[in-house]
């Protein structure tokens, strides 16, 4: 195989993935309506409820992430939408709330912030809602949501939560069941460590019940045939096995550090590029993290950078130390860089990542 080498991925997605995971994709096809297939999807599903921390079905759907925040907007409730926006991520949510024809009101707050829960409670006290939309881990900022606080809250109104954990599930705790949340997704791409191409979502059992009543479901995206498919340990269409394959191994690993240590790792690390942007500054090189401490995702950091230096320059020059970060992300492009610190990186890894970020802030002064 010949291709060119990115270095090693501490991009906010895709991240980087395990060769042992890589090579299961090249195992052969199998039909997927058959017993070697469900002996598959029931193994998969083990993993993932592990990951969800759910006992309801986890569906596997072979799209980006952004089918299913597509899929639980149409098999909402009807009605009304309330989409907390606070970056670009969220902003997409409210935009496919606004593309599937619904009635979308938005809730803004700052950049690197989350939403402060009293303005959200008078969003929702103001005017009924079918359904609020928001971000747990909003990529764009480093900005962690208390999804636990607003799910509550939402329920208190009759409003059904939808929520986007793409950079949330399998690196910041998630308990799906516990929390009550309605619909919680993300993407292989960035926490779980899988290449990209796969989105995993879980329903509750109230959100069920609304989308068999919600006309217009379409058919690709529709939850109530992923459900009585994955009653039956299918998938609706067929899926891209390959990448079930990946994910086969991938959870099975998963598995085996326990998604709490999983959650721990990604906490130390977290820790680590906070600590390390404090000893920067100690040294001189004006860097923050954008977040606000009450807020910071454990999995991806926003970093603002110094005086003089666009995130861009910051990313060519780790680059050139073997090591793909992530610029800034739509009104923050020039502003800030991003380090992905997740998958199944440790906090030795992301030091030498650190180290290369050091280099070139040093670089540019
Ligand atoms: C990456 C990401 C998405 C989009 O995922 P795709 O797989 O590209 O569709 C959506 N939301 C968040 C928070 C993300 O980080």
Known sequence: MTHPSFGTFFLPGPTEVRAEVLAAMLQPMMPHRGANFEALFIRLQDGLRHVFRTTRPVYVSTSSATGLMEASVRCAPAGPILSLVNGAFSERFAAIARGCGRETRVLDALLGTVHDLRDVEAALAARQHAAMTVVHSETSTGALADIAALAALAHRY?????????????????????????????????????????????????????????????????????????????????????????????????????????????????????????????????????????????????????????????????????FVIGGGYGALKDRTFRIGHMGDHTVAGLANCLAACETALHAGR
């Open 158 to 322: 009759g409003t059904t939560i939808l929520v986007d954990s793409v950079t949330g599930i399998a690196g910041a705790p998630v308990e799906t069941d516990e929390w009550q949340l309605d619909f919680v997704l993300t993407g292989s791409q960035k926490a779980l460590a899988l290449p990209p191409g796969l989105a995993f979502g879980v329903a509750s059992e109230s959100f069920l019940a609304h989308a068999r009543a919600a006309p217009d479901r379409g058919l690709y995206f529709d939850i109530v045939e992923f459900e009585e498919y994955a009653q039956r340990n299918q998938t609706p269409n067929t899926p891209a096995l390959s990448l079930l394959y990946a994910a086969d191994v991938q959870l099975a690993a998963i598995r085996a550090e326990g998604i709490d240590a999983r959650w721990m790792r990604h906490a130390a690390m977290a820790q680590a590029t906070w600590d390390w942007t404090e000893r920067c500054r100690a040294n001189g090189i004006d860097i923050g993290i954008l977040a606000p401490a009450s807020a910071r995702s454990p999995t991806v950091s926003a970093i603002t950078c110094p005086p003089g230096v666009t995130g861009g320059e910051v990313v060519k020059r780790v680059a050139d130390q073997g």
